[in-house]
């Protein structure tokens, strides 16, 4: 088992995953980062993104993830997600009339601060229609 890394997913409700794989590729806030075992300790704050994980060479689970913070250690990558929820079950109608929903709300929007929260949450709303490859890069 020393080739493979223990890779656990925690959103605020539960812990979605604790599983050995061979890799994880985590969306940080810097760029997306692969974990094999025996990795540097490293934390990150992760972007809203997909994070894939791998046996041997092919992805077998991919999780959208909206935000939080990822620790990485030489046997172990612990994502905290905002929220996460598998690409497959994201319901691509339902998204994109949450962003037309929320282009009302930010037209409707009177400080900067309410502003700047609607834009976050568009923000997200966008990256789950990416995530399901609904617009292109």
């Known amino acids: 088992m020393a080739d493979k890394v223990e890779f ?34 490293m934390i990150s704050t992760v972007r809203p993104g997909v994070i894939d994980v791998y046996e041997a060479d092919r992805v077998v689970d991919r999780v959208f993830v909206a935000g939080g913070f990822a620790e990485v250690t030489e046997t172990r990558c612990t994502v905290l997600a905002e929220e996460a929820i598998a690409v497959a079950e994201i319901d691509r109608g339902k998204v994109e009339q949450q962003i037309r ?12 601060d309410e502003k700047a929260r609607v834009e976050a949450k568009i923000a997200v709303a966008r990256a789950k229609l990416d995530a399901t490859g609904a617009t292109t890069h």
């Open 8 to 41: 656990e997913l925690v959103s605020p409700e539960k812990l979605l995953t604790s599983q050995p794989v061979d890799m994880v590729v985590v969306p940080g806030s810097e760029g997306d980062f692969g974990v094999l075992a025996g990795h540097s300790p």
């Open 101 to 112: 929903d929320l282009g009302e709300d930010l037209e409707d929007a009177k400080s900067d």
